[in-house]
């Protein structure tokens, strides 16, 4: 490797380094701003003046996310462009990158003005919502409520509003499915086994069938908590 091959990459690496930290940092700062999925679809329902103005700085911070986004895919695409190691996987890696980044503009363009849509909403002035701004709408790019297990502990523990039921049957249900789809995977790796001589010794087969039975039963036990919490979000109302 010639002395300015190796520093290109490692200009590069350094490049992405830095890259990778202001996109964490943008990211932190516009966090605090974005509303979990949930709470996004409660406050489109309801509509009031206040609702549009903390929609206006939802999309608003979403729309800082989306394009610290667009600039690390940049970022990348440049670096597999300057120093690649094979360079056709390179370039269609940088390709992807553009791909990437050209999707995530467009989706803090949409998110721009959503924001001012609320905006207008929020001050009273009649607008009309973006073309494909539905998805956000919808909670798309929102947190989850479960994001961070401090914020699930608490909601269960103080859980009062069919709001607070809701986001705790909607995390069971996540659960649930986790579950289901470990019973759909270990089931497969039972019939795998035994479709093939045991060169392992024991019987990993079997072992498989427990692991069904287990998450099969996690799942059921996750599936029944949503479901209480479903009736509790409806006898709060």
Not at 206 to 221: F, G, I, N, T
Request: charged letters at 25%; a positive charge; glycine letters at 4%.
């Amino acid at each position: 490797m010639t002395s300015i091959r190796f520093r290109s990459i490692t200009i590069g690496l350094l490049v992405i380094v830095a890259s990778a930290a202001q996109a964490q940092a943008a990211a932190q700062v516009t966090q605090s701003g974005i509303l979990i999925n949930l709470e996004v679809r409660q406050l489109i329902a309801r509509g009031e003046p206040a609702d549009h103005a903390r929609l206006r700085a939802h999309f608003t911070a979403l729309a800082d996310q989306y394009e610290a986004d667009a600039k690390q895919h940049k970022t990348m695409a440049q670096v597999f462009i300057a120093s690649p190691s094979v360079r056709v996987r390179a370039q269609s890696s940088a390709d992807h990158c553009k791909r990437l980044e050209n999707l995530a503009t467009q989706s803090a363009a949409t998110l721009r003005e959503l924001a001012t849509h609320h905006a207008n909403l929020a001050a009273g002035t009649p607008s009309t919502a973006p073309k494909n701004a539905t998805r956000f709408e919808a909670g798309e790019g929102a947190r989850e409520a479960w994001q961070h297990e401090k914020e699930i502990h608490d909601l269960a523990a103080n859980a009062r509003t069919p709001a607070d039921h809701r986001v705790i049957e909607e995390y069971f249900e996540s659960i649930e499915k986790q579950y289901t789809k470990a019973v759909n995977e270990h089931v497969g790796m039972a019939r795998a086994y035994r479709a093939v001589p045991n060169r392992l010794g024991g019987d990993p087969a079997a072992h498989c069938d427990r692991l069904v039975k287990l998450s099969r039963e996690s799942a059921k036990e996750a599936g029944a908590v949503a479901a209480e919490h479903k009736h509790a979000a409806a006898a709060a109302k």
